[in-house]
């Protein structure tokens, strides 16, 4: 089975910080990863998909990168409304997997 | 605009079995698949199985093989996940997403509200 690991499992930053998340899988998934934001409560929102395509209303400030095994989802300028839970999700296999999660707290 | 609706809490004691209801509209219901997820108290997101609402196929994942049921109703187009033999580890907010896999899961672009089952004696 894939393994998903994600890095750090919690990031302290401040408003305008460029953030960078990692999200590494276990063997080769080309493109297939999709990053989702949640916050306390809600249902998580997809914001990228195969690897590096913004979803629709996505602000431009989220980025994703890398293929094969190595990701990152990269938030270039952080903002209030950004601080939450981030997961990758990998849908290469026939059993999608989410990763960890990542924390992006205020510093 | 695209909307999922999920049916309510439910409280189940051990043994039990609960069917939660998923209702979408804005979209047409047999062009996408339903992926289930869930989420226990404080933990990451769990990936429970997804089902063609186009033709019924279906794929769970393998640790709930066995206990977990998804169906669709195309005349309603609403979708349900129904989960036996409930544990106290089986307490979590389950979502149902639409997803954009026709043959396979995919991923996952409009999300219901969530709906909490308590496993609980």
């Known amino acids: 089975d894939i393994q998903m690991t994600q890095s750090p499992s919690t990031l302290s930053a401040s408003v305008g910080d460029r953030v960078t998340i990692t999200c590494r899988a276990s063997q080769s998934i080309s493109s297939w990863l999709a990053w989702y934001q949640q916050k306390p409560g809600k249902a998580p929102k997809l914001l990228i998909y195969?690897?590096?395509s913004l979803e629709s209303g996505v602000p431009s400030r989220f980025s994703g990168s890398g293929s094969g095994t190595e990701f990152t989802l990269t938030i270039s300028s952080l903002q209030p409304d950004d601080f939450a839970t981030y997961y990758c999700?990998?849908?290469?296999?026939?059993?999608?997997?989410f990763g960890g999660g990542t924390k992006v707290e205020i510093k | 605009q695209v909307q999922l609706v999920q049916s309510g809490a439910e409280v189940k004691k051990p043994g039990a079995s609960v069917k939660v209801s998923c209702k979408a509209s804005g979209y047409t219901f047999t062009s996408y698949g339903i992926s289930w997820v869930r989420q226990a108290p404080g933990q990451g997101l769990e990936w429970m199985g997804w089902i063609s609402a186009y033709n019924g196929n279906t794929n769970y994942a393998q640790k709930l093989q066995g206990r977990v049921t998804m169906t669709t109703d195309t005349s309603t187009s609403t979708a349900y996940m129904e989960l036996r033999s409930l544990r106290s580890d089986d307490t979590a907010v389950y979502y149902c997403?639409?997803?954009?896999?026709?043959?396979?899961?995919?991923?996952?672009?409009?999300w219901g509200q969530g709906t909490l089952v308590t496993v609980s004696s």
């Open positions: 195969k690897a590096s």
């Open positions: 997403a639409r997803d954009s896999g026709i043959a396979v899961a995919g991923t996952f672009d409009y």
């Open positions: 999700q990998q849908y290469n296999s026939y059993s999608p997997l």
